[in-house]
């Protein structure tokens, strides 16, 4: 049947001998092309014959055979990729092969290497299925750089308009991937260990640690805290070959969570409080009351007429809320681990002081034994003398008096000094020796010279001496110029440009000229 517009309805048609196709009801001729599989030829205005007509491709099907192949071919790697990761479902093929071809549709796959696009394709419906699969894993089976697969992922959740979607905008849940992370560690499933880790993953969570920060190092720290709790040996580079993460990014979220009040639990004590938090859940800011058709207010303000903002907070409460915290995807650290981290400098420092002062007390104390008494009275009679001299010991303010050191603090200062500029005054020496080394090869090498030699540089260097002084001595007596010619002269003068500079006309360039009135 084929749709006829003079009826305005799908009709039976009809095929005569001179390949018109007519409509039954009405007559109408619906198509008017002529079909054959012989060649004929027509002669043009020239006289030339051509072939007339043109060729009609035989379609067997929708898709052409080159379309097919592709297809085919990409649902065969696909399956050895999740083949190799593990994972043989067939469902999940026929999902990222759906998604493939959207992409040939869409000429996604153009100026880009067929083998991302289709990992892309399948990690898309690993996470449409939660698998515990990040896109590393994908990267290593393929060798290929993660970066520039993560970038075909995200063009890709452009593409088919998944910017919006759970996959791309909700957060990892750390559960499903901890099981695999133990089954790699261990080599066998251990739901001890795995248990472990996710209450600590969920103790970081409260502690705000998680907020901000990627999940593979929360992972690796909360893995390689739980496997050591259990009795399992395993160092640093054990965890940073499973989660892949370094070993700084390791380091710091350890220390992180020893900031916590959590890192001073046992393990039964750090599971019973989980298991407390599970019974007993807290109310969460933005979470609807049951029983209540609006959001109440939670904050300081709830008693006032302040109106709601967002997470049971008014405006003000929540700018300061997101100021400390750093917001939901800030990069700020949590406030628990600044203040921890403001302690640990102070304790670190106040020992580093402690330290130099000590030592420095111990040089002095050394020193003053090792010299002799008569030079000890010498210099105690140096310092009366000194003070006798009016300099500062007769100032009687206090608070002036504060900012005066005396040898003793002026001793423990130098030595502060030297400590914290060493790399500057071991260059200082450094080019110290280096031009004395210089001058010594130098007046040996003028040892050897001819007498005349060294009478002629001696000369020349007092000329060269005795012209500077001069110049300076000039420069020094002469007061400042008057006007701009004589400052122009004194430049032409000092710098000695030319001889044949004409001065008159320089001055002259000076002058002011009549002004003419039109």
Known sequence: MVFCDH????VFAERHDDCYLTCSSCGKVLEDQYFTEEPTFVKNSAGKSKLSGSYVKAVLNEFSVSRERTLHRASKEMEYLSLNLGVSEQDMIRQALAFYEIALEKNFTRGRKSEQVRAACLYIAFRQNKKPYFLIDFSNILRINVYMLGAVFLQLCEVLRLENHPIVKKPIDPCLYLYKYTNNLLGHRNVAVSETALNIIASMNRDWMQTGRKPSGLFGAALYISALAHGHNFSKSDILRIVHVCE??????????????????????????????EKNPAVLP?????GSTSYDLLCEHKDSDVPYFALGLCKTCYKDFDMLSGGFSGGLDPPAFQRAERERVKKTLSKENADVLKASNDTCQGQKEDMPASALEQDDTSAKTQDESG???????HEVDGYIFNEEEKYYK??????ANREYLEEQAAKEAAVAAEKKIYEEN??????????LYESTT???????????EEAKNSGPAQSAAEAACQMVKTKRLSKKVNFDCLAKLFEDEPVILF
Do not use: G, Q, Y
Not at 263 to 268: N, P
Not at 391 to 397: A, T, V
């Open 462 to 472: 007092a000329a060269v001496a005795k012209s500077k002084k001069k110049r300076a």
């Open 286 to 290: 933005n979470s609807k009351i049951k």
């Open 248 to 277: 700084a990014t390791l380091t710091k979220r350890l220390i992180e969570f020893e900031n916590t009040d959590s890192s001073s639990l046992t393990v039964e004590e750090l599971n019973t409080m989980a298991k407390d938090h």
């Open 7 to 10: 009826c305005v309805k799908d």
């Open 414 to 419: 130098k030595i502060i000094w030297e400590s």
């Open 391 to 397: 300099n500062f010991s007769d100032i009687d303010d």
């Open 446 to 455: 003028m040892k050897n010279c001819p007498v005349e030699s060294r009478e």
